[in-house]
T-cell receptor
Framework: SQQGEEDPQALSIQEGENATMNCSYK?????LQWYRQNSGRGLVHLIL?????REKHSGRLRVTLDTSKKSSSLLITASRAADTASYFC??????????FGAGTTVTVRA | NAGVTQTPKFQVLKTGQSMTLQCAQD?????MYWYRQDPGMGLRLIYY???????DKGEVPNGYNVSRLNKREFSLRLESAAPSQTSVYFC???????????FGQGTRLTVV
């Protein structure tokens, strides 16, 4: 079964608003990664947070990791139409398999 | 700078036919992966190769075989295609485990 599960499954927001999505996972991890997928395209790596880190920033992205709750969140601030995409979390555990969740579909309305 | 290249981009197979999906990366990465993506299921790992000369099963390996031909190339073979293998297949590579992965553009496979 898949390691990570994203919540919500879908999210619709107005341009300029913030978008938050969550990821829960089941077993211990070395790191957690977030990816974006535009319709019909391959996935693009956004950010990686290691198990000993609690928060990480990259441009308009903010990722948190709570290993005690086995959960992570991705915040996109000041969203733009170009942020419309599906977002996936992926966990990297001791077995070195990069396992993905089902994703959150984000729609940014103009 | 091509990154991860998958061929073909589209393929239609008849049930029982065989084919090989090709993947090559030009970034000197050690780790390579094959995933399938189905609607509502996210990406599921079929096989992966942590380094040249090694391959391991992922979540859904049944019906597939892989070959890590060299450091650059990682192919996925369907020996006898079934309609349940209709999916979009993605190849990915990573410098090593513990780092972000780079994805190809995908192969859309339909088995009729």
């Amino acid at each position: 079964s898949q390691q990570g599960e994203e919540d919500p499954q879908a999210l619709s927001i107005q341009e300029g608003e913030n978008a938050t999505m969550n990821c829960s996972y089941k077993t211990s991890i070395n790191n957690l990664q977030w990816y974006r997928q535009n319709s019909g395209r391959g996935l693009v790596h956004l950010i990686l947070i290691r198990s000993n880190e609690r928060e990480k920033h990259s441009g308009r992205l903010r990722v948190t990791l709570d290993t005690s709750k086995k959960s992570s969140s991705l915040l996109i601030t000041a969203s733009r139409a170009a942020d419309t995409a599906s977002y996936f979390c992926a966990t990297d555990a001791d077995d070195y398999k990069l396992s993905f969740g089902a994703g959150t579909t984000v729609t940014v309305r103009a | 700078n091509a990154g991860v290249t998958q061929t073909p981009k589209f393929q239609v197979l008849k049930t029982g036919q065989s084919m090989t999906l090709q993947c090559a990366q030009d970034m000197n990465h050690n780790s390579m992966y094959w995933y399938r993506q189905d609607p509502g299921m996210g990406l599921r790992l079929i096989y992966y190769s942590a380094s040249e000369g090694t391959t391991d099963k992922g979540e859904v390996p049944n019906g597939y075989n892989v070959s890590r031909l060299n450091k650059r190339e990682f192919s996925l073979r369907l020996e006898s295609a079934a309609p349940s293998q209709t999916s979009v297949y993605f190849c990915a590579s990573s410098p090593r485990t513990g780092m972000g992965a780079f994805f190809g553009q995908g192969t859309r496979l339909t088995v009729v």
